[in-house]
C-alpha cells in the first residue's frame, strides 16, 4: 500500500468500533462486506464494497482478504493489512496475473467451487500478444482486471458481465478504438466500427444469437493472439467448416500464403464482414474476383463460368418455383413437386459453397442435378395448370348439357302444365 492509503486507513475509524461490534478472533473474515455495509464506510473506499456486493465472488462467499490477503482476525487495520501478512492494496499490472492465478490456477481448490473452469488461463495469458507484452515490461497492456472488471466481476454467463458475448466487442473496444492509447502499438482503431457494420453483429445484436463470433471467438479469449494469413481458414472453420475444408484445397490456398494475403480476409474482409451473395461471385460489379482477376486470365473465365451456373439454377428454381405457386393457388395438388424443389435448393446452397474450390467442374457436379430437378418441377407445374385448363374445360361443357337439360325439363312442365289448363277448360265448357 503507498503512503496515501496509509495515511487513509488511519484516519479511517475502526469499522469494529463503529459498528458496536466485537468479534472474536475466530472470524476468518472481519472484512464481512455486510459488516462493512452497516459500517457505513464512505468515499472512495465505498465504492469497492457496493461493486462486490454483486461479483460472483461475493456470490461465492469469498471477501476481500481472500484477494488482497492480510490478516482479517486482527482488529488493528494497520496490523490487519500489513504487507508483511501479504498484504497488497492495489497489485501492479504485472502482479495481476498472479494475483488472480493463485486461485483460478489452483485445480483443487476451483473444483470446489466451479469444476467445468479451466485453471490454464494464466499459463495460457502468458502466451498471448497482451501477455508477451507485459512481460517485456509495458505496463499499459490488457490483463485480467481489464477485461473482466476487478470488484464487481460477473459470471460470464450473466448478461451484465463485460464478457458476456453481447458485451466482449465493446469491452475490447475500451482499448483497441481509443486512438490515443493505442497509437504506440501501429494497428488499426476502427476494428469495433466495422464489426458493428458486420453480418456476425447483425446476428449478435440484432437477433441476439449468442452463438454469432464476437472478438474472443476468432482471437481467443486469455491467449488472444491476431491470427496469421496462413491460418485465417482455420479460424473460420470453427463455423464455416465446409468451406474451409475446400479452401485448403483450392488453388488459392498456395497463392495467397505466398502472397501473404489472409486467406477469408481476401475476399471476405475481417472485421466488416457483410452478407455474402451471388454478387461477389463472377466479372460483374461488385465482384471480388475482378480484383485481383483480369479479363483474359484463367481465373477470369473461371469465376464467370462458376456464376452462370448459379445463376442458371437460381432463375430455374424461381421459374419452377413461380409455376407451381400459381397452380397452387389454382387450386392444384403440387405438393410433390414442390417438396421436390427443395432438393434443388439444396444443391443451389451446396453449389455456393462449392465455389470455395475454384472448380467450375466441381460447382456443376451440383448445379447439373439441382437443374433437373427444378426442370421436373417446372414441367409438374405446367402438367398441372393444363389439368386445370382441361377441368375448366370439361365443367364447362359439363355445365352447358345440364343447362340444357334443365331447360328441356323446364319446357316440358311448361307443356304439361298449359295442357292440363286446357283439359280443364273444355270440361267446364261442356257442363
Known amino acids: 500500500m503507498n503512503q496515501q492509503e496509509n495515511e487513509s486507513y488511519k484516519r479511517q475509524p475502526s469499522l469494529i468500533s463503529k459498528a458496536g461490534l466485537l468479534l472474536p478472533r475466530a472470524v476468518k473474515r472481519c472484512c464481512s462486506l455486510a459488516l462493512i455495509s452497516m459500517a457505513g464506510l464512505e468515499g472512495r473506499l465505498s465504492a469497492p464494497v457496493s461493486q462486490m456486493n454483486d461479483s460472483i465472488h461475493h456470490q461465492r462467499g469469498l471477501s476481500c482478504n481472500d484477494c488482497?490477503?492480510?490478516?482479517?482476525?486482527?482488529?488493528?487495520?494497520?496490523?490487519?493489512?500489513?504487507?508483511?501478512?501479504?498484504?497488497?492494496?492495489?497489485?501492479?499490472?504485472?502482479?495481476?496475473?498472479?494475483?488472480?492465478?493463485?486461485?483460478?490456477?489452483?485445480?483443487?481448490?476451483?473444483?470446489?467451487?466451479?469444476?467445468?473452469?479451466?485453471?490454464?488461463?494464466?499459463?495460457?495469458?502468458?502466451?498471448?500478444?497482451?501477455?508477451?507484452?507485459?512481460?517485456?515490461?509495458?505496463?499499459?497492456?490488457?490483463t485480467c482486471i481489464s477485461c473482466h472488471g476487478s470488484h464487481n466481476i460477473r459470471s460470464v454467463s450473466d448478461a451484465l458481465s463485460s464478457v458476456y458475448a453481447t458485451n466482449v466487442a465493446e469491452t475490447c473496444a475500451k482499448c483497441h478504438a481509443n486512438a490515443d492509447y493505442m497509437r504506440g502499438y501501429q494497428i488499426p482503431t476502427d476494428q469495433y466500427a466495422n464489426y458493428k457494420t458486420s453480418v456476425h453483429a447483425r446476428a449478435l445484436y440484432e437477433r441476439q444469437d449468442v452463438s454469432a463470433p464476437t472478438c474472443n471467438d476468432c482471437h481467443g479469449n486469455h491467449g488472444a493472439t491476431p491470427p496469421g494469413v496462413a491460418s485465417v481458414a482455420n479460424v473460420c472453420g470453427q463455423c464455416h467448416a465446409r468451406q474451409s475444408e475446400l479452401f485448403q484445397s483450392s488453388p488459392h490456398k498456395a497463392v495467397f500464403d505466398e502472397r501473404q494475403i489472409g486467406e477469408c480476409i481476401g475476399c471476405h474482409s475481417n472485421h466488416g464482414i457483410k452478407q455474402p451473395g451471388d454478387q461477389m461471385l463472377g466479372v460483374g460489379s461488385g465482384a471480388v474476383c475482378i480484383n485481383c482477376h483480369k479479363q483474359g486470365d484463367t481465373g477470369y473465365a473461371v469465376a464467370a463460368a462458376m456464376r452462370s451456373k448459379i445463376d442458371d439454377l437460381s432463375a430455374s428454381i424461381d421459374r419452377s418455383n413461380g409455376i407451381l405457386n400459381r397452380a397452387e393457388r389454382a387450386g392444384m395438388e403440387v405438393s410433390r413437386p414442390k417438396f421436390d424443389m427443395r432438393e434443388a435448393i439444396d444443391e443451389l446452397t451446396h453449389a455456393r459453397v462449392l465455389i470455395h474450390t475454384s472448380s467450375t467442374a466441381e460447382v456443376e457436379k451440383v448445379t447439373g442435378p439441382g437443374l433437373d430437378i427444378a426442370k421436373k418441377g417446372y414441367q409438374a407445374g405446367v402438367a398441372a395448370l393444363v389439368e386445370r385448363s382441361y377441368r375448366r374445360k370439361g365443367l364447362a361443357v359439363s355445365l352447358f348439357f345440364i343447362l340444357f337439360l334443365a331447360a328441356l325439363i323446364y319446357l316440358k312442365v311448361r307443356e304439361i302444365e298449359s295442357r292440363e289448363a286446357g283439359g280443364g277448360l273444355s270440361s267446364n265448357e261442356a257442363a
Request: aromatic share 8%.
Open 68 to 142: 488482497h490477503g492480510g490478516d482479517p482476525t486482527l482488529e488493528d487495520e494497520r496490523a490487519s493489512m500489513d504487507p508483511r501478512k501479504g498484504y497488497i492494496a492495489r497489485p501492479q499490472p504485472a502482479q495481476v496475473p498472479a494475483f488472480c492465478g493463485k486461485c483460478h490456477s489452483d485445480a483443487y481448490l476451483m473444483k470446489k467451487f466451479n469444476p467445468a473452469l479451466r485453471v490454464d488461463q494464466e499459463q495460457e495469458y502468458f502466451t498471448s500478444m497482451h501477455g508477451r507484452l507485459l512481460q517485456s515490461g509495458d505496463q499499459r497492456v490488457a
